[in-house]
């Protein structure tokens, strides 16, 4: 019975990390998370052939946005697949984003508890597919507050919110987004993502670094993330323009992941980005990109 076979029948596979040989790529020096559907020429659409094929390319984590989303079985099969494997599970969204609505920055008490709601019922998700991180994007400005006020709102919200992640030791990462591909969010720069977890003051509230939006936000990268590093958690990439994989665009990453692994960061780095190539060319692509920048 080959591991594919077992893995469709739901059988428990031993941890594959120590696996190696002629066959199987070294892991990556640092821990780049795909998503489901980037290698699904390779590997189909199954859910745990696709994990399979991430693992024996070297990746050791999952990164996906819509696990909240998915049926409580398909999040058990995820979260056991991850662990017989020997990976870890990225961020996925704790709730659901405001894209029109300023619900964390009005200060409304209906808003406030909604999403405190949200990230609650999220503790579940990230128990079932052994998760630590959770993204967090805190809706739109209100253009009838002043700056301090709805940053206040903001602050007293994600308080909330942290104690309800706490007991559990689990994180939401703040991600600051980019003002032309999401304009009028409440958050968009490094600083005031700063400001935020420095004010809230709880290990379960920290920053999402994404490269991508803040190349376009504000550029300044390195002494960006040099800046916030003690309330980073989690570092998401895509090149500029396209955010499609590295070396595809004008971002460094040779320089911003050797950057990285040498300040230490043994953090997940998710592959929030489409491919700039298709078929099995283009997938195939992806991965060599990963090894070209990959500060091995």
């Known amino acids: 019975m080959t591991r594919r076979d077992l893995l469709a029948a739901g059988l428990a596979l031993p941890s594959l990390g120590a696996v190696s040989g002629p066959t199987q790529p070294a892991p990556f020096a640092l821990d780049y998370a795909p998503h489901f559907g980037m290698f699904d020429v390779h590997a189909g659409t199954d859910i745990a052939s696709q994990l399979q094929f991430m693992h024996s390319e070297g990746f050791r984590s999952l990164e996906d946005n819509e696990m909240r989303g998915r049926p409580t079985d398909v999040q058990e099969q995820i979260g056991q697949t991850l662990s017989d494997l020997g990976m870890r599970m990225g961020v996925f969204v704790a709730h659901d984003i405001a894209w029109t609505r300023p619900n964390l ?25 052994g998760a630590t991180w959770m993204t967090v994007v805190p809706g739109t400005v209100d253009p009838r507050q002043d700056r301090g006020y709805q940053l206040a ?15 559990h030791g689990l994180v939401m990462v703040l991600e600051p987004l980019n003002f032309r591909d999401h304009p009028t969010l409440a958050l968009t720069k490094m600083a005031d ?42 570092i998401q990439v895509g ?31 998710g592959m ?10 283009g997938e195939r692509a992806v991965i060599e990109a990963y090894r070209a920048v990959d500060p091995a």
């Open 105 to 129: 920055a009005g200060g409304d008490p209906d808003e406030r508890s909604a999403f405190v709601e949200q990230v609650r019922a999220s503790v579940d998700v990230a128990k079932r597919v």
């Open 153 to 167: 709102h903001m602050i007293e919200t994600l308080k909330q919110a942290a104690g309800v992640l706490e007991p």
């Open 193 to 234: 993502a700063y400001l935020l977890c420095r004010s809230v003051g709880s290990p379960s509230c920290k920053i999402l670094c994404d490269v991508y939006h803040q190349q376009i936000q504000e550029g300044n990268l390195i002494p960006n993330i040099d800046a916030c590093w003690d309330e980073i958690a989690y």
């Open 239 to 269: 090149d500029n323009p396209g955010r499609k994989e590295p070396t595809t665009g004008e971002i460094n990453y040779t320089n911003v992941f050797a950057h990285l692994k040498a300040k230490g960061y043994t953090g997940i780095i």
């Open 272 to 281: 929030e980005h489409g491919n700039a190539g298709t078929g099995k060319a």
